[in-house]
């Protein structure tokens, strides 16, 4: 007999987050909501690196909707311009910031740049209550560099512009498997599925079938 679906809330509104995150746990009979579902607004990032903002997004989700909240706090350095944008990724243009506004700033202070390396960095916070004193946290990067010019329909941020180390391709070309597969993102979920494993929070992945599964 199926077991009843958990739900966990997303500390973000964001689509692309959320599919990324409902795709990784719905094997495991977790539904992951968004927090505005539950009219979260967002909350000031005041933290100074990634764990900082994450504790204090995931925090204020399981805070207003009692449920347990998971929290991504992620961007991208460029080492070019000494690891900016960093934690100021999704504001990066400035006010009214939009992923057009900020990926096309990006490309411009890289201008005639030939160093174009560059990372994304992804830390997640999975918090059981907003008192939670031992929250998981867990860290992954993916190495990359800057294209010249943004390619790519799929995924979101600055993924038509980032090409992945072993592709010669934008993450925006990527399949979303795999992107699961490489990105830090799915990287930094497959950390923290296994340590909600160890910690007895979920289960093994459920096998959905029409024969029984094995």
């Given at each position: 007999?199926?077991?009843?679906?958990?739900h966990i809330v997303?500390a973000?509104?964001?689509k692309?987050?959320?599919?990324?995150?409902?795709?990784?746990?719905t094997h495991?009979g977790?539904?992951?909501?968004p927090?505005?579902?539950?009219n979260?607004?967002?909350?000031a990032?005041?933290?100074?690196?990634?764990?900082?903002n994450?504790?204090?997004?995931?925090?204020?989700a399981?805070?207003i909707?009692?449920?347990?909240?998971?929290?991504d706090d992620s961007?991208?350095?460029?080492d070019?311009?000494?690891?900016?944008?960093g934690?100021?990724?999704?504001?990066y243009?400035g006010?009214?910031a939009t992923?057009t506004?900020n990926?096309l700033?990006l490309?411009?202070?890289l201008k005639?740049?030939?160093l174009?390396s560059?990372r994304?960095q992804?830390?997640l916070?999975?918090?059981r209550?907003?008192?939670?004193?031992t929250?998981?946290?867990?860290q992954?990067?993916w190495e990359g560099?800057?294209n010249m010019?943004?390619?790519?329909?799929?995924g979101?941020?600055?993924d038509p512009?980032?090409?992945?180390?072993?592709?010669d391709?934008?993450?925006?070309?990527l399949?979303s498997?795999?992107k699961?597969a490489?990105?830090?993102?799915?990287?930094a979920?497959e950390l923290?599925?296994?340590a909600?494993k160890?910690?007895?929070?979920i289960g093994e992945?459920?096998?959905f079938?029409?024969?029984g599964g094995q």
């Open positions: 007999m199926q077991s009843p679906t958990q997303l973000s509104g964001n692309g987050k959320l599919a990324e995150f409902a795709q990784m746990f495991y977790i539904e992951v909501l927090q505005n579902q539950f979260v607004p967002d909350v990032e005041t933290g100074t690196t990634f764990v900082e994450a504790i204090i997004k995931a925090r204020h399981a805070e909707t009692g449920k347990p909240a998971i929290a961007g991208i350095e460029v070019a311009l000494q690891g900016q944008p934690i100021y990724s999704a504001r243009s006010s009214g992923e506004s990926y700033k490309l411009a202070a005639d740049e030939p174009r560059a994304f992804c830390v916070v999975y918090m209550h907003a008192k939670d004193p929250p998981i946290i867990c992954a990067s560099s800057i010019a943004p390619q790519g329909e799929q979101h941020g600055y512009i980032f090409v992945p180390q072993g592709f391709c934008t993450a925006a070309q399949s498997e795999q699961n490489h990105s830090h993102r799915g990287k979920l923290l599925i296994s909600m160890a910690k007895g929070i992945q459920q096998v079938e029409t024969n």
